[in-house]
């Protein structure tokens, strides 16, 4: 498979898919036309009219990262992942899938877009402000998504109701996965844990129904 231009992968210009997916959905109006969107730019040829989308993925299931080789923790996506491949978008949760009639999503890896692309494909959603002081600090995300952590923490455990639901049996073990999920979504988690335990008491009780 053809292989996309070489991208530091530790840069902060990779920006967590689920993100960039909100983002869009104030264009596009819609969930599934932003997933849509965003899973063509990813697969698009350099060649194409639409401006490319490079993605990642870093690996942060412990089974998973146990057999696989080091440097493949963080991985760059060739475009033809994407032909076997889908962003989706149900309900409060966005994902990635095979392609397929009964779609199952890629468990154990958290997914990233490189924003400068995207700033050149929807300037007006991604661009950086052209009239900030010179000598200013980027525009750095205020404290929104740190306060919506519970819902997204609700999403993931609706997910997991869906198609892991063995997984909500343990608390205890539910708590380190939630704060590591918090951690790839939006770079955040509680410190304290009985935070995150308390949320998800609470929210078990609707999922459970």
């Known amino acids: 498979m053809a292989r996309r231009k070489a991208l530091p992968l ?5 920006m967590p898919i689920a993100e960039a997916h909100r983002v869009l959905c104030s264009l596009t109006g819609s969930r599934d036309l932003a997933a849509k969107d965003l899973t063509d730019a990813m697969m698009a040829k350099d060649e194409d009219k639409l401006v ?3 993605a990642m993925r870093r690996c942060f299931a412990y089974g998973i990262r146990q057999k696989a ?3 493949k923790e963080r991985e760059l996506l060739p475009r033809e992942y994407w032909t076997e491949h ?4 149900w309900s409060d949760a966005t994902f990635v899938t095979r392609r397929s009639n009964n779609p199952a999503s890629i468990k154990g890896y958290a997914y990233y877009v490189w924003k400068p692309s995207l700033a050149k494909l929807w300037p007006a959603a991604f661009a950086p402000p052209v009239d900030a002081p010179e000598g ?3 525009h750095k995300p205020g404290p929104k998504p740190r306060d919506d952590w ?3 923490m609700a999403a ?4 997991r109701a869906l198609y892991d639901p063995e997984s909500l049996g343990n608390i205890d073990a539910l708590i380190p996965l939630m704060k590591e999920f918090l951690e790839d979504e939006i770079g955040w988690a509680p410190k304290d844990p009985k935070e995150i335990r308390k949320e998800i008491v609470s929210l078990l009780k609707f999922v459970r129904k």
């Open 10 to 14: 530790d840069s902060p210009d990779w």
């Open 52 to 54: 490319p989308v490079p």
């Open 69 to 71: 080789d080091g440097s």
């Open 86 to 89: 889908e962003l989706q978008s």
């Open 136 to 138: 200013s600090e980027r």
């Open 150 to 152: 519970p819902k997204l």
């Open 156 to 159: 993931e455990l609706i997910h």
